[in-house]
């Protein structure tokens, strides 16, 4: 990996993360622009990676823990990030692996089991949503196209769902999104295009014949049909950065 940042290799977990044997140079030996620099990051950038932990984990103990850990590990190597070309996807690497060791301890030294099992975090938050802002003869209905919907999204490659969580799930704009994620815009909006289009295909292959025709909760304002209009076509947009 060289000073540019981690290296693609299809989503952010599983990229190279900083040595854990090499010794940090301790805070108290920084100097005042490093340490002004990182505590403006950790201000800018904490709020939305807690509220994405806390999609991802479900709770707000596991979310500060998970987030406390990722920082952790971005203070100890902040000098080095310093000179990367894209340390905000140097960051957002370490808190997704930071996730994944949360998720992992939560289930065992095995990580999540496999086979059928209750939904994700991410799911049971949205359904709670979108029952609250339901009418009681519309709860069933509602229920039913947030499972659909957030099932599909669980399925969409990592990136795909990143963006898909960022942008309707946190309400960020594509711009935010983006550099929450350290990539361009237009990698965003490309990312979402890819996600409307096969999200589409998955919700058309598990929609009964005799089921609702119109999303509601989370599917209606942030599914397919808005993710569409903000996303660019695969010709105008640039393709992911590696």
Same mark, same amino acid.
């Given at each position: 990996?060289?000073?540019?940042?981690?290296?693609?290799?299809?989503?952010?977990?599983?990229?190279?993360? =900083?040595?854990?044997?090499?010794? %940090?140079? %301790?805070?108290?030996?920084?100097?005042?622009?490093?340490?002004?620099?990182? !505590?403006?990051?950790?201000?800018?950038?904490?709020?939305?990676?807690?509220?994405?932990?806390?999609?991802?984990?479900?709770?707000?103990?596991?979310? +500060?823990?998970?987030? #406390?850990?990722?920082? #952790?590990?971005?203070?100890?190597? !902040?000098?080095?990030?310093?000179?990367?070309?894209?340390?905000?996807?140097?960051? !957002?690497?370490?808190?997704?692996?930071?996730?994944?060791?949360?998720?992992?301890?939560?289930?065992?030294?095995?990580?999540?089991?496999?086979?059928?099992?209750?939904?994700?975090?991410?799911?049971?938050?949205?359904?709670?949503?979108?029952?609250?802002?339901?009418?009681?003869?519309?709860? @069933? +209905?509602?229920?039913?196209?947030?499972?659909?919907? @957030?099932?599909?999204?669980?399925?969409?490659?990592?990136?795909?769902?990143?963006?898909?969580?960022?942008? @309707?799930?946190?309400?960020?704009?594509?711009? +935010?999104?983006?550099?929450?994620?350290?990539?361009?815009?237009?990698?965003?909006?490309?990312?979402?295009?890819?996600?409307?289009?096969?999200?589409?295909?998955?919700?058309?292959?598990?929609?009964? %014949?005799?089921?609702?025709?119109?999303?509601?909760?989370?599917?209606?304002?942030?599914?397919?049909?808005?993710?569409?209009?903000?996303?660019?076509? =695969?010709?105008?947009?640039?393709?992911?950065?590696?």
């Amino acid at each position: 990996m060289s000073d540019g940042g981690p290296e693609e290799s299809g989503g952010a977990v599983g990229l190279p993360l =900083p040595s854990r044997r090499r010794q %940090p140079t %301790p805070m108290s030996q920084w100097d005042p622009t490093a340490r002004l620099s990182y !505590w403006a990051f950790h201000a800018n950038r904490r709020p939305s990676y807690m509220r994405f932990a806390y999609l991802q984990l479900g709770s707000d103990a596991a979310a +500060e823990d998970a987030v #406390d850990a990722a920082f #952790d590990s971005i203070m100890n190597e !902040w000098l080095r990030m310093l000179h990367m070309d894209r340390l905000d996807a140097y960051a !957002w690497t370490i808190l997704k692996q930071r996730l994944v060791d949360r998720q992992e301890r939560r289930g065992g030294r095995g990580g999540r089991p496999s086979g059928p099992a209750a939904p994700e975090p991410m799911d049971i938050s949205a359904f709670e949503a979108a029952l609250k802002e339901a009418r009681a003869d519309q709860q @069933y +209905e509602v229920l039913t196209d947030t499972i659909r919907f @957030y099932s599909a999204v669980s399925r969409l490659a990592e990136r795909q769902r990143d963006a898909v969580l960022l942008r @309707y799930g946190l309400q960020c704009t594509p711009g +935010e999104a983006a550099s929450v994620m350290g990539v361009d815009e237009a990698t965003v909006r490309s990312q979402l295009g890819q996600a409307h289009r096969r999200l589409a295909r998955m919700l058309d292959a598990s929609a009964e %014949p005799a089921g609702p025709t119109e999303c509601a909760g989370p599917a209606e304002c942030a599914g397919p049909t808005e993710c569409a209009d903000s996303a660019e076509s =695969p010709g105008s947009a640039e393709s992911p950065e590696s």
